[in-house]
């Protein structure tokens, strides 16, 4: 079975620049998270979606950070303009269900904003 | 913060010794999960453990939660150099009526070989 799939894996921008991530969950999984995990902390969730639908974005900066899931499938999520303290990872997680399951996370994108 | 907090922040053991991490949280959770993480990699499962359970085994991992104490713990036995990684507990909670998981900041296990 094919995993959670992230790219890209790195990306450096200066800062006021946007940029964009995508994810591609595991096939068959309705629920795909956004999660941001800063350096030396624990993943901290932006954003949740189940098929197409926003369940829960309350964590997300929305001046400046959005996200999107067509089709129920495929994620980006997208930073404009970036600020320093945006320098993280940023975690891509699909579930086959909402509630009470574990998650199946991607390798990551890590951000640098100079 | 809806967060749990691991303790140790770090632990450096041998290989072949047993290793315990522990988790505290502060609100009622529908479950809590245990996730590994190896530099510069994403999150891997290890293991869930239900609100109404206290103790759950996996391989070479025990897992035990008290919801009186709001703590959880993990045991990893008989570590090898392989199990080199930060260990996270997450709490699912039911927050603004999504269920979502809070991670803690992480137990930094080294196992020397």
């Known amino acids: 079975e094919a995993g959670v799939a992230q790219s890209p894996r790195y990306k450096i921008i200066e800062k006021r620049q946007s940029v964009a991530f995508w994810c591609n969950p595991i096939?068959?999984?309705?629920?795909l998270y956004w999660y941001q995990q800063i350096l030396g902390q624990g993943p901290k969730l932006l954003i949740q979606?189940?098929?197409?639908?926003?369940?829960?974005d309350s964590q997300l900066p929305k001046d400046r950070f959005s996200a999107e899931r067509l089709k129920g499938v495929d994620s980006t999520l997208k930073i404009q303009p970036a600020k320093l303290e945006d320098s993280a990872v940023y975690l891509c997680?699909?579930?086959?269900?909402?509630?009470?399951?574990?998650?199946?996370f991607g390798p990551g994108t890590r951000l640098t904003v100079l | 913060s809806q967060q749990g907090e691991e303790d140790p922040q770090a632990l450096s053991i041998q290989e072949g010794e047993n290793a315990t991490m522990n988790c505290s949280y502060k609100?009622?959770?529908?479950?809590l999960q245990w996730y590994r993480q190896n530099s510069g990699r994403g999150l891997v499962h290890l293991i869930l453990?239900?609100?109404?359970?206290r103790e759950k085994h996996s391989g070479r991992l025990r897992v035990t939660l008290d919801t009186s104490k709001k703590s959880s713990s993990l045991l990893i036995t008989a570590s090898r150099a392989a199990d080199t990684a930060s260990y996270f507990c997450?709490?699912?909670?039911?927050?603004?009526?999504?269920?979502?998981?809070?991670f803690g900041t992480g137990t930094r296990l080294t196992v020397i070989p």
């Open positions: 997680a699909s579930s086959p269900q909402v509630a009470g399951f574990k998650q199946f």
């Open positions: 096939s068959g999984h309705a629920t």
């Open positions: 979606f189940q098929n197409n639908g926003v369940v829960d």
């Open positions: 609100t009622s959770i529908n479950n």
């Open positions: 453990i239900r609100s109404n359970e």
């Open positions: 997450a709490t699912d909670l039911t927050v603004t009526g999504a269920n979502n998981l809070f």
